[in-house]
């Protein structure tokens, strides 16, 4: 049996590569990265490849190791190349991403330690550094404010993203509010059209897709029209339904609108709904004082979901949940015996497996602690004005150019469209993007608004400035002017 042991541990020490075998691998992957960095204003935001990347498949997973070099080739040929560059300050589409490189290091040194971040005793640091993060963040949203003497009861989860913070919001609204199965077809959701479809998904996974559904009807600029909300619930109660959660965007996907925060908030309460907040995608402008301004009345939810891989320019993987009490948030995710729930505020520290779906989770604080640390909020501060700037000027600018615009862009998102003049504007604008995305320097996306085809112009990459924006618009202009028929 020794002996067996032994030729299998000879085996099992390749899974430790040698502090020499180490430094190449690293050598090979730093030269790749770097180069990818140092090209990054060069490089396309899209790329169209026939293969998409099939090649991968031709070097399928078996019990024969390659070396570090093909195997870079493999993920640089089939994963970096082909489709969206995320990473570009080109990426004006959806909602950008970011990818920050302090970030990665702050990843590499967290997979390399594999520090436990799901329960306090086991990695005491680990989740002092989320709970702290955490915090930080609720002031920041105004849940609680550092002066405060007493200690803020405010709970929150570092998640993989936006949808799955959506998800836990839902899940602690039906909870709080006790929606049981048999309340569930006369209990009623508000929200309007313009919510992120991970909404919707939510409601449905969490087993309340036959709650009765209202769509609140929106103003011209796609807000939630408080008034039309407090009617709805109004009849709504009349009729003897149960009117429990209304869920407000805080910068729509489609266009950037947020909703009457402060209106919605003063009606949630006065009619005991839980109130939720998707600020996914707008809620990091808070950090700028014309955020500040636009995003009052934030604090009066009792959930909101931020995503820090989209407004704190994170690589993709961290999203976060807001829970004003915090006792709510653990009800809908302990698994302890609940004889035990009575030593949560006595625990120095809340555990984020207590708060969340999950038990062993990546150790996401460290890949946002490291870049706030090391550059302070200044610079992210920042970049979100410019970003606010940025739109503004393409808001006028494509006016200059011939565009139509809807509304001045309420955070970092337009949406303009060519009317020709002569066909379909439609099929137009349809063109004009797929010219666009084929050309491959900038990507843009499109959406339908009262089904019209129009543009969108997403700005929120930390990469992107004043040269890819006037790009884009030298891009536009040639593309209209080839479209056009002469
Ligand atoms: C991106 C987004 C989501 C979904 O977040 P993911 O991080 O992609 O899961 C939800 N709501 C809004 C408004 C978003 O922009």
Same mark, same amino acid.
């Given at each position: 049996?020794?002996?067996?042991?032994?030729?299998?541990?000879?085996?099992?020490?390749?899974?430790? +590569?040698?502090?020499?075998?180490?430094?190449?691998?690293? =050598?090979?992957?730093?030269?790749?990265?770097?180069?990818?960095?140092?090209?990054?204003?060069?490089? =396309?935001?899209?790329?169209?490849?026939?293969?998409?990347?099939?090649?991968?498949?031709?070097?399928?997973?078996?019990?024969?190791?390659?070396?570090?070099?093909?195997?870079?080739?493999?993920?640089?040929?089939?994963?970096?190349?082909?489709?969206?560059?995320?990473?570009?300050?080109?990426?004006?589409?959806?909602?950008?991403?970011?990818?920050?490189?302090?970030? $990665?290091?702050?990843?590499?040194?967290?997979?390399?330690?594999?520090?436990?971040?799901?329960?306090?005793?086991?990695?005491?640091?680990?989740?002092?550094?989320?709970?702290?993060?955490? %915090?930080?963040?609720? #002031?920041? !949203?105004?849940?609680?404010?550092?002066?405060?003497?007493?200690?803020?009861?405010?709970?929150?989860?570092?998640?993989?993203?936006?949808?799955?913070?959506?998800?836990?919001?839902?899940?602690?609204?039906?909870?709080?509010?006790?929606?049981?199965?048999?309340?569930?077809?006369?209990?009623?959701?508000?929200?309007?059209?313009?919510?992120?479809?991970?909404?919707?998904?939510?409601?449905?996974?969490?087993?309340?897709?036959?709650?009765?559904?209202?769509?609140?009807?929106? @103003?011209? &600029?796609? =807000?939630?029209?408080?008034?039309?909300?407090?009617?709805?619930?109004?009849?709504?109660?009349?009729?003897?339904?149960? +009117?429990?959660?209304?869920?407000?965007?805080?910068?729509?996907?489609?266009?950037?609108?947020? @909703?009457?925060? #402060?209106?919605?908030?003063?009606?949630?309460?006065?009619?005991?709904?839980?109130?939720?907040?998707?600020?996914?995608?707008?809620? !990091? !402008?808070?950090?700028?004082?014309?955020?500040? %301004?636009?995003?009052?009345?934030?604090?009066?939810? @009792?959930?909101?979901?931020?995503?820090?891989?989209?407004?704190?320019?994170?690589?993709?993987?961290?999203?976060?949940?807001?829970?004003?009490?915090? %006792?709510?948030?653990?009800?809908?995710?302990?698994?302890?015996?609940?004889?035990?729930?009575?030593?949560?505020?006595?625990?120095?520290?809340?555990?984020?497996?207590?708060?969340?779906?999950?038990?062993?989770?990546?150790?996401?604080?460290?890949?946002?602690?490291?870049?706030?640390?090391?550059?302070?909020?200044?610079?992210?501060?920042?970049?979100? #004005?410019?970003?606010?700037?940025?739109?503004?000027?393409?808001?006028?600018?494509?006016?200059?150019?011939?565009?139509?615009?809807?509304?001045?862009?309420?955070?970092?998102?337009?949406?303009?469209?060519?009317?020709?003049?002569?066909? @379909? $504007?439609?099929?137009?604008?349809?063109?004009?993007?797929? #010219?666009?995305?084929?050309?491959? &320097?900038?990507?843009?996306?499109?959406?339908?608004?009262?089904?019209?085809?129009?543009?969108?112009?997403?700005?929120?990459?930390?990469?992107?400035?004043?040269?890819?924006?006037?790009?884009?618009?030298?891009?536009?202009?040639?593309?209209?002017?080839?479209?056009?028929?002469?």
């Amino acid at each position: 049996m020794i002996k067996k042991i032994k030729e299998l541990e000879k085996i099992s020490r390749l899974l430790e +590569p040698t502090a020499h075998e180490r430094k190449e691998a690293r =050598k090979k992957v730093i030269t790749y990265s770097e180069g990818f960095l140092n090209d990054i204003e060069k490089t =396309k935001a899209y790329n169209v490849t026939p293969d998409k990347g099939i090649a991968l498949l031709e070097s399928p997973i078996s019990e024969k190791p390659i070396n570090i070099d093909k195997a870079i080739k493999l993920i640089q040929k089939n994963v970096d190349f082909p489709g969206l560059n995320p990473a570009s300050g080109g990426y004006l589409g959806y909602i950008p991403g970011g990818g920050i490189y302090y970030s $990665a290091l702050g990843d590499y040194l967290a997979a390399v330690f594999n520090r436990y971040a799901g329960v306090f005793y086991a990695g005491f640091g680990a989740v002092r550094m989320e709970n702290m993060l955490i %915090q930080w963040m609720a #002031e920041v !949203f105004g849940y609680s404010s550092p002066s405060s003497l007493k200690r803020a009861k405010v709970a929150g989860n570092l998640t993989s993203g936006g949808s799955i913070a959506n998800l836990m919001a839902v899940v602690t609204a039906r909870d709080s509010k006790k929606i049981s199965s048999a309340l569930i077809p006369k209990s009623v959701i508000y929200f309007t059209k313009q919510v992120h479809h991970s909404i919707e998904k939510a409601i449905r996974i969490a087993g309340l897709k036959e709650c009765v559904i209202r769509h609140v009807p929106m @103003d011209e &600029r796609y =807000k939630m029209n408080a008034g039309e909300l407090e009617k709805l619930i109004y009849k709504d109660k009349k009729d003897g339904l149960n +009117p429990f959660l209304v869920i407000a965007s805080a910068g729509t996907t489609d266009t950037g609108t947020i @909703d009457p925060l #402060e209106e919605i908030g003063k009606i949630a309460k006065k009619n005991n709904l839980w109130y939720h907040i998707d600020a996914a995608y707008g809620g !990091f !402008f808070i950090l700028t004082d014309e955020g500040k %301004q636009k995003l009052k009345g934030i604090e009066l939810s @009792d959930s909101l979901t931020a995503d820090p891989h989209k407004g704190l320019f994170l690589p993709y993987g961290m999203g976060v949940i807001l829970v004003k009490d915090a %006792q709510k948030l653990r009800e809908s995710h302990y698994y302890q015996a609940q004889y035990l729930q009575d030593a949560l505020f006595e625990s120095e520290e809340m555990s984020p497996a207590d708060l969340s779906p999950e038990l062993t989770k990546h150790f996401r604080g460290l890949r946002l602690w490291l870049p706030l640390k090391l550059m302070g909020v200044k610079p992210f501060r920042a970049c979100l #004005e410019e970003k606010l700037l940025l739109a503004k000027y393409f808001h006028s600018e494509i006016q200059k150019l011939g565009f139509e615009v809807s509304h001045e862009p309420e955070l970092s998102v337009v949406t303009y469209r060519w009317i020709p003049k002569k066909g @379909d $504007a439609n099929a137009f604008n349809n063109k004009l993007m797929k #010219e666009v995305v084929a050309d491959g &320097r900038i990507f843009i996306s499109s959406t339908l608004l009262d089904k019209k085809f129009t543009l969108r112009f997403a700005c929120l990459s930390f990469r992107t400035h004043l040269k890819q924006v006037d790009l884009l618009l030298k891009i536009l202009k040639e593309k209209v002017k080839m479209l056009s028929p002469s």
